[in-house]
């Protein structure tokens, strides 16, 4: 299995507060994502970075905040979380990806769920 | 844009029995294709890819899965079904001119009758 953990593994939390997901390799792959997966919608894309301090949004960005200090941890923010971002979050790494012309093989960690009540 | 179809939300099958898990996708270039299969409360795992060197792909646990470019699909199926298989499976296609992406079907639970 590929060395990625994500903390916490659960958190329920009240509406407003700010909430920060970590993800973390052992694995030194260069790209790193966060999704969230939602019944009836599969996993969608929320932000994802290509290196260090380099990061890009996805397609469901809105709400969200990302860091990448170091290439082993690349953290989730919910500046103030809202109701509709309770869901289940997923990091996932691939040491291929943009700029690339390989697949983009991804693996993914245990996942989080959030509860924001 | 790209995007994946998943037909079926759930699909209920006997011990033994054929499964076929179906996935379209929209490209008018053939993208890279996975399958990815989830267990109660743990990650996606990957179990097969689809990456343009055969149309059938063999994966882990006795799935395969044939690409069809006149179809544009890239259906999952499995001689024989066992308990274990019972799982949410997800197609996902990483496009070939923006390959750092994965963009994923809805997932299809599927569900093992003894």
């Known amino acids: 299995d590929a060395g990625i953990t994500q903390s916490p593994r659960h958190k329920v939390t009240e509406t407003g507060t700010p909430v920060t997901l970590r993800c973390h390799q052992t694995?030194?792959?260069?790209?790193m994502y966060w999704y969230r997966q939602d019944p009836g919608h599969g996993l969608r894309l929320i932000h994802y970075?290509?290196?260090?301090?380099?990061?890009d949004k996805g397609e469901v960005s809105d709400g969200y905040s990302v860091s990448r200090s170091k290439t082993e941890d690349f953290l989730l923010t919910l500046e103030s979380a809202t109701s509709s971002q309770t869901s289940v979050y997923f990091c996932?790494?691939?040491?291929?990806?943009?700029?690339?012309?390989?697949?983009?093989?991804?693996?993914f960690g245990p996942g989080t769920r959030l509860t924001v009540l | 844009a790209q995007s994946v179809t998943q037909l079926g939300s759930h699909v209920s099958v006997s011990e033994g029995a054929l499964v076929l898990l179906r996935c379209n996708y929209s490209?008018?270039?053939?993208?890279?294709l996975f399958w990815y299969v989830q267990y109660p409360n743990q990650g996606l795992q990957l179990l097969l890819k689809?990456?343009?060197?055969?149309?059938l792909v063999k994966g882990i646990n006795g799935f395969e899965a044939e690409f069809k470019k006149s179809e544009t699909s890239f259906h999952l199926t499995k001689p024989s079904a066992h308990m274990s298989d019972a799982a949410e499976y997800f197609c996902?296609?990483?496009?070939?001119?923006?390959?750092?992406?994965?963009?994923f079907g809805s997932g299809t639970r599927l569900l093992v009758r003894p």
């Open positions: 996932a790494i691939s040491h291929q990806g943009r700029g690339t012309s390989a697949y983009n093989e991804q693996f």
């Open positions: 694995e030194n792959h260069r790209y």
């Open positions: 970075s290509y290196g260090v301090k380099d990061t």
């Open positions: 490209s008018s270039v053939p993208p890279y």
């Open positions: 689809y990456t343009s060197a055969a149309t």
């Open positions: 996902a296609v990483s496009p070939m001119d923006s390959s750092y992406k994965l963009i």
